[in-house]
C-alpha cells in the first residue's frame, strides 16, 4: 500500500508540477477518446469515421472553452445520422437542443456524465459510472447517468432500424421511438444502474471503517446480482464471461480512482467530543494516508575528506572541531582515517557533494 502512495503522491506532485501544459494534453485525450468511441458506436459517415477526422475534433476542442466538447460531440453524432437519414438527423437535434437547454445549460458539469455513458459503453464498461457516481456525487446523479443511458439505448436502435431500413422517410423515426419505449435493456439498465448508485452512495456515507472500499466492492456485487437476475429471468442475452470480467475491472479502476482521490487511514481513528454553550458534539475523525519526507538524512563521511574540504564551516560538530584545533595546534597534517555518521539537512548534504565533485 505504501508503494501505491508513494506513486500517487509522485503523480500529483508532477501533476501540479506541470499542470498548464498536463491539463491540455489530457483534454485533448479526453476528446479524441469522445469521438473515436462515437465512430465505434455510429460510424455511418464514412468522411467522419476516420482517425485523421477525431484528431482535427479533438485539436479543435481544445482551443475553446471545456464545455465546447459536448456540442460538438452532438454536431458529431448528428452528422452521423444525417448520412442515413435527414428525418432522424433532425428528431436528434431536437433532443440535444431541448437536453441542452432545459438541463446541461444549467448544470454543465452533468453533461460530462451523460456523455461519459455513451464512451463507456462503446469499451464495454458502463458499470463503471453507477459505483463512481456513489463514491463521488449525490443520489441526484442518477439523473445525467439515466439520461445517459436513455442517449446510448437511443443510438443503438437508430443503429438497428437503419441497418434494417431501405428508404428514408418519416416511419424511421417512428419505428426508432417505437423500438426505444419497448427496449427491456433500456429498462433494466436505469433501474439496475439508479440503484446501485444509491446503494453505494448510502454505504460510503455509513460510519464504519473502510466504508469507500465496502461501498465499491458490494455496489459491483450488487450490480452483478441483479444484472444476473434480469438476465435469467428476462432474457437479456448477456455475455456471463465478459461480464464478469468487465465488472472486476470496472471495481479495480474506481477502487484506484478512490485512492487517487482520498485514501483514508482507519488505524489512526479518533471519536472526540465536546460541547459549547448551545450543542454537545461528538465527532469522528479519520486521517489521511500521506507518505512524508524525513527531513533528515544519514550518511557517512571520510573525516580526512570532511574536514580538508569543510574546515571554515561553522556547521560541523564539536568533535570535528575540536580534532581540527588539534591538527593546527601540532602543526602537522592530519594523517588519520576514520568514519563517522552525521545527520545534515537535505540540503547541506548536496552542497557537501558538490563541493566534493
Not at 503523480?11 to 462515437?38: D, E, G, H, S, W
Not at 463514491?135 to 437503419?162: K, R
Request: aromatic share 18%; glycine share 2%; proline share 3%.
Amino acid at each position: 500500500m505504501s508503494i501505491l502512495l508513494e506513486i500517487r503522491d509522485y503523480i500529483q506532485k508532477f501533476y501540479q508540477k506541470y499542470a498548464a501544459v498536463l491539463n491540455v494534453i489530457l483534454r485533448f485525450l479526453a476528446a479524441f477518446i469522445t469521438f473515436f468511441a462515437t465512430n465505434r458506436v455510429i460510424g455511418f459517415n464514412p468522411y467522419l469515421d476516420h482517425t485523421y477526422t477525431e484528431l482535427v475534433f479533438a485539436a479543435v476542442s481544445v482551443v475553446f472553452p471545456t464545455q465546447i466538447l459536448l456540442f460538438f460531440e452532438a454536431v458529431f453524432i448528428i452528422l452521423h445520422i444525417l448520412y442515413v437519414s435527414h428525418y432522424l438527423a433532425f428528431v436528434t437535434a431536437i433532443f440535444f437542443a431541448i437536453l441542452y437547454f432545459v438541463y446541461v445549460r444549467f448544470i454543465p458539469k452533468d453533461g460530462y456524465v451523460i456523455l461519459s455513458m455513451p464512451v463507456l459503453s462503446s469499451f464495454g464498461a458502463p458499470y463503471i459510472l453507477p459505483i463512481l457516481l456513489g463514491i463521488t456525487a449525490d443520489p441526484i446523479a442518477i439523473i445525467p447517468e439515466s439520461i445517459g443511458v436513455i442517449v446510448y439505448h437511443y443510438l443503438q436502435n437508430v443503429i438497428s432500424v437503419v441497418s434494417t431500413s431501405t428508404e428514408d422517410s418519416i416511419n424511421l423515426y417512428h419505428l426508432v421511438l417505437k423500438q426505444t419505449f419497448n427496449d427491456k435493456e433500456l429498462y433494466i439498465t436505469l433501474i439496475v444502474f439508479s440503484i446501485v448508485t444509491i446503494f453505494v452512495y448510502f454505504i460510503r456515507n455509513s460510519k464504519i471503517d473502510y466504508s469507500f472500499e465496502i461501498a465499491i466492492i458490494s455496489g459491483g456485487f450488487l450490480n452483478t446480482i441483479l444484472l444476473l437476475f434480469m438476465n435469467f429471468f428476462m432474457d437479456i442475452n448477456i455475455n456471463v464471461f465478459r461480464f464478469f470480467i468487465t465488472m472486476i475491472l470496472s471495481v479495480a479502476f474506481v477502487w484506484l480512482v478512490q485512492l487517487f482521490r482520498l485514501s483514508l487511514n482507519y488505524a489512526g481513528v479518533e471519536n472526540l467530543q465536546f460541547e459549547d454553550d448551545e450543542y454537545y458534539y461528538y465527532v469522528r475523525a479519520v486521517p489521511k494516508n500521506n507518505i512524508t519526507k524525513a527531513d533528515k538524512n544519514v550518511k557517512r563521511y571520510n573525516a580526512h575528506n570532511f574536514i580538508r574540504h569543510h574546515d571554515d564551516s561553522q556547521n560541523i560538530t564539536e568533535t570535528n572541531k575540536e580534532n581540527e584545533e588539534h591538527n593546527d595546534s601540532a602543526g602537522e597534517d592530519f594523517d588519520h582515517n576514520f568514519d563517522f555518521t552525521v545527520s545534515l539537512d537535505d540540503e547541506y548534504i548536496n552542497n557537501i557533494e558538490k563541493k566534493e565533485k
